[in-house]
């Protein structure tokens, strides 16, 4: 049977705003037979089955490579008739960082035996949804997106067929193809009860999960009144209740409650916190709140058995920190941004390929971050969205990333799938190279942010001169124009460049323009002002120091030294040059750098791995506690001990 072959697109109307809620109801006869749902939509659904949750979570994808989910929902039917309601949340806006806006809409079918009892058109009953404020586009953070406001007073049990206000649906236009989701489906796990640990005033109570968790908010409030309440969250207490807001974030949800009890769960805004905060307008009789965890299914692997017991609480907050940051794609962080980026990521995967010894999981995040189509040929700054804001350096990581993936998976079918994408993103680089030393100059314009770590002077916020060329990102160039050549020898792919003759030559100039022979380090910049443990471990990755150089530099950067520290995501770099350098002499120094790095997180009690050392504290107060680029000490661990 073909795939939505009677299905259509369709909506609550002709056209929607940001931040609408459609409602969508129909019926369907059950025999005996294996259901299978099948379902797309823009921007995200929740589908119930007799009024029952059965299945949640649109893949992130592009309007131009549309993913539909396949769904058995067997269990939640019964013999006979049934009813089938779908809940859609259209985001539409275009300045998030988990988003690419299409067109409001959803289709679906509903399939026994290969014979469809039922699918979307005109005939479904559909309505805005009269509980969810529409168009209320209340941010979060630039990067979530839209926050929400569900008033529980206008719940009238339309999941069960009680229906008023529909309509028939109106056809849309939407893609014609779509493709499976190519990963699994994430789980829900038993609620987290939060903790009543102190009412701050009879109308502000404050709740304690216990640990860092990311899922759906679920409350059960016994409310005297109809009234307004409004739930903030947090990682931390560090004021004494929940920092809700920072700058111009707004970490916070709102509910309308009806006189008695309340219940109620969001199937859409994922949360990550472990504080939660009620503000009501009057007294509480009563209130439970908890997190539902959505989690992506994975299964630990062993791990090493040399493990003390710090190193072994390191490793449980590296792997549950990984977790947390695993949903539709790997994420930065759950808090604040849940957005995939090429260089957190690259470390997300190589650190699960010793966690999890999964690989189709990361797969489909490169071939999500491949469909991305930028008109100068870099990759975007995350995947998806339409926005041409990007950081030049991390296009570079997908070359890591991807022959990473290769040497763990040996998955060379995906790598002859990207390479196309491969090719584009390195001629954009190669195009840019000096005829005389080899050399590629920063980006300049308000379309490029040239970020190469959260250290001063490295994280792009700082004025530089864009016609002289600096160290980290020509050594970034030089590592992976190796990687490529090295991707395209071990998948049998024709190499598009003379890799060896480019390598050479970049790496001559990098020794050039930013090699001191009298104080044997390089400097970030051809003026030779400043200089980082970042640039100097790059020129020993990418083979520009030699093999006595690097020893000089290495046995510098273990000891006092002035360059710029390295910060917490790139510390790989940091400890990959030393064990290039000496692996014997530098195994311990680096088990003991983790140990001393980590065991404040530790202490700190959230369970998981923060993304700088300064925790919370960082980024004007907006630190994230919980960030997947950070848990590389389970990586050092399988690797070293």
């Given at each position: 049977m073909k795939i939505f072959e009677n299905s259509q697109w369709i909506w609550t109307g002709n056209s929607a705003q940001n931040d609408e809620y459609g409602e969508f109801f129909t019926e369907f006869f059950?025999?005996?037979?294996?259901a299978i749902l099948n379902i797309s939509a823009d921007s995200n659904y929740a589908v119930y089955i007799n009024g029952e949750l059965a299945t949640f979570g649109q893949y992130a994808d592009y309007p131009y490579d549309k993913v539909y989910d396949s769904v058995d929902i067997t269990k939640y039917c019964k013999d006979g008739k049934n009813s089938l309601a779908v809940l859609v949340w259209y985001y539409g806006l275009d300045t998030s960082s988990v988003y690419y806006p299409g067109k409001a809409g959803v289709i679906f079918e509903i399939s026994e035996d290969g014979k469809t009892t039922c699918h979307s058109g005109e005939h479904i009953m559909a309505r805005k949804s009269p509980s969810y404020k529409n168009h209320y586009c209340k941010g979060i953070t630039v990067q979530l997106g839209y926050s929400f406001l569900y008033d529980a007073t206008h719940?009238?049990?339309?999941?069960?067929?009680?229906?008023?206000?529909?309509?028939?649906?109106?056809?849309?236009d939407g893609p014609a193809t779509m493709r499976i989701r190519p990963c699994k489906k994430l789980e829900l796990l038993p609620p987290v009860q939060g903790k009543k640990i102190k009412e701050i005033t009879d109308t502000d109570i404050l709740f304690d999960l216990g640990i860092n968790t990311v899922g759906f908010l679920s409350v059960k409030i016994e409310s005297p009144c109809e009234q307004k309440i409004l739930i903030s969250y947090g990682e931390h207490i560090e004021d004494g209740c929940v920092r809700r807001l920072i700058g111009h974030r707004d970490f916070s949800v709102e509910l309308v409650l009806k006189k008695g009890v309340t219940e109620y769960t969001n199937h859409f805004r994922r949360l990550g916190c472990k504080y939660l905060e009620i503000f009501s307008e009057v007294p509480l009789k009563d209130a439970e709140i908890a997190i539902v965890p959505t989690v992506y299914p994975v299964k630990e692997q062993a791990r090493p058995e040399k493990l003390s017991q710090k190193q072994n609480a390191i490793y449980d907050a590296c792997v549950r920190t990984l977790t947390l940051c695993m949903h539709e794609h790997y994420e930065d962080c759950p808090w604040r941004e849940q957005a995939l980026y090429t260089m957190d990521s690259r470390n997300q995967m190589l650190i699960g390929y010793y966690a999890f010894k999964e690989f189709e999981f990361p797969r489909a995040n490169l071939e999500l971050i491949s469909k991305d189509n930028q008109a100068d040929g870099l990759l975007?700054?995350?995947?998806?969205?339409?926005?041409?804001?990007?950081?030049?350096?991390?296009?570079?990581h997908y070359f890591t990333q991807c022959e990473e993936y290769l040497d763990y998976s040996g998955d060379k079918e995906l790598i002859a799938q990207v390479y196309p994408k491969l090719c584009s993103v390195m001629d954009v680089f190669v195009r840019r190279m000096n005829e005389d030393d080899g050399c590629v100059l920063p980006y300049s314009g308000k379309d490029y942010w040239n970020f190469y770590e959260w250290c001063n002077q490295l994280d792009g916020y700082h004025e530089i001169d864009a016609t002289v060329p600096d160290i980290i990102l020509n050594a970034l160039l030089s590592v992976n124009l190796a990687a490529f050549s090295r991707i395209c020898d071990k998948a049998g792919l024709k190499k598009p460049y003379d890799f060896d003759a480019l390598i050479e030559k970049l790496n001559s100039g990098?020794?050039?323009?930013?090699?001191?022979?009298?104080?044997?380090?390089?400097?970030?910049?051809t003026e030779k002002t400043t200089a980082s443990v970042l640039g100097n471990c790059l020129a020993i990755l990418c083979g520009a120091a030699s093999d006595d150089v690097a020893k000089d530099i290495c046995t510098y950067i273990t000891g006092e030294h002035e360059l710029t520290p390295i910060s917490l995501s790139m510390k790989c770099f940091c400890y990959d040059a030393l064990l290039k350098a000496d692996r014997e002499k530098y195994k311990d120094y680096i088990i003991a750098d983790i140990e001393k790095t980590f065991?404040?997180?530790?202490?700190?009690?959230?369970?998981?791995?923060?993304?700088?050392?300064?925790?919370?504290?960082?980024f004007d107060d907006a630190g994230s506690l919980c960030h997947g680029w950070s848990a590389l000490p389970i990586y050092y661990y399988h690797t070293l001990l």
């Open positions: 059950h025999g005996c037979k294996n719940d009238d049990n339309w999941k069960n067929g009680e229906l008023s206000g529909f309509a028939p649906a109106h056809i849309i975007s700054i995350t995947y998806p969205v339409p926005r041409v804001y990007k950081i030049p350096s991390f296009s570079l990098i020794n050039k323009n930013f090699f001191d022979k009298e104080k044997k380090i390089y400097f970030d910049r065991t404040p997180m530790l202490e700190y009690g959230t369970g998981t791995v923060w993304e700088t050392e300064d925790g919370c504290s960082a």
